[in-house]
């Protein structure tokens, strides 16, 4: 592949889905500004990049005033606690990122000409009346509810992004992004496949909240990242979804991760949370049709690899 070496900078670079950005822009050849302030990202999942040619790492909290000097050709700003344990832990600095860290970085992309894209979410759809959820959905959200800190803030994000756009031409891509999985999540951070993988290896209960009828659309961290940066590097401005259209239950996947790390640990039922959205798959109809990407990776394959990098996690903490 011929190389086009530009200068991008990730937000949240060093979270779970930051860092693996950050990895693929640099085995693309471009040079990478990795900016995180460890909130909830982590040194750990950017160590392997660090001495790479092209590679700098920068500790700042996007809320606050920053300057770059040119060129930056790009910002993918993915800054922002990504779990409902994570953000309800830290609403405010969630409600933050995604207002005046947003404002921050479109500021940013519009002084330097750069081309923006905002990780967006499917919790935009709140939980969804409608199913499929396509772009022209305009949601089901409970802006005062405890997970309205994350869905208001990415909310707004996008009419942030919308409004540079349409005033000060700012080459804005928003991207939906549903439920993503894959090596580097944080055992504790509370979302499905790491809390389940991690009871299993630890021989504790599985915990599902309700029945576990309720439904999710998981998409593995490789296919997730090469969705978003055809999308990024496409001139469709969105909103766009990029995720795995396929369904599953949160039971089934509970079980999938029983059967495939041999786990003897019981599935148990806890109270399911307020707000919990009780579908969720991607209408993928406009991905289709601008874009090439498709996922690729199965839910055992992806599980599977998933798995395999939590168990060597474990073994080099000891």
């Known amino acids: 592949m011929k190389r086009f070496p530009k200068t991008y900078a990730v937000t949240g670079g060093a979270g779970f889905l930051g860092s693996h950005l950050c990895e693929a822009l640099l085995d693309r050849g471009h040079r990478v500004l990795c900016i995180d302030n460890f909130l909830t990202g982590t040194p750990r999942n950017i160590d392997h990049l660090t001495g790479r040619d092209g590679f700098r790492f920068l500790k700042h909290d996007v809320t606050q005033d920053l300057y770059l000097p040119k060129p930056l050709d790009g910002i993918l700003h993915f800054a922002s606690p990504a779990s ?9 600095q969630t409600l933050k990122v995604g207002s005046l860290g947003t404002h921050k970085m479109l500021g940013l992309a519009k002084a330097h000409g750069a081309r923006f894209l905002l990780a ?59 439920n993503t999985y894959g090596p580097r999540m944080r055992k504790n951070d ?31 961290v490789k296919d997730e990242v090469e969705g978003l940066l055809e999308f990024f590097f496409s001139p469709h401005t969105g909103p766009m979804n990029i995720g795995n259209p396929n369904e599953v239950t949160v039971l089934e996947i509970a079980q999938w991760v029983k059967k495939l790390t041999r786990s003897s640990s019981p599935i148990v039922h806890r109270p399911l949370p307020v707000d919990d959205p009780k579908i969720r798959r991607p209408d993928t109809t406009l991905a289709n049709r601008h874009l090439t990407w ?9 599980l599977e690899r998933t798995i395999a990098w939590f168990k060597e996690s474990e073994k080099s903490k000891k």
């Open 190 to 220: 509370g979302r499905a496949v790491p809390e389940f993988i991690s009871a299993a290896l630890a021989k504790k209960p599985l915990p599902v909240f309700g029945d576990g009828a309720q439904t999710r659309s998981l998409c593995f």
């Open 84 to 92: 409902p344990r994570d953000y309800l832990e830290f609403p405010i």
């Open 120 to 178: 967006s979410t499917s919790e935009v759809y709140g939980d969804p009346q409608v199913h499929p959820q396509p772009e022209t959905y305009w949601g089901h959200v409970n802006p005062v509810g405890p997970r309205g800190v994350y869905d208001e803030a990415k909310r707004f994000a996008e009419a942030m992004a919308m409004a540079y756009h349409r005033t000060n031409g700012v080459n804005v891509r928003i991207a939906r992004i549903f």
């Open 294 to 302: 498709r996922p690729k990776v199965a839910l055992k394959d992806g």
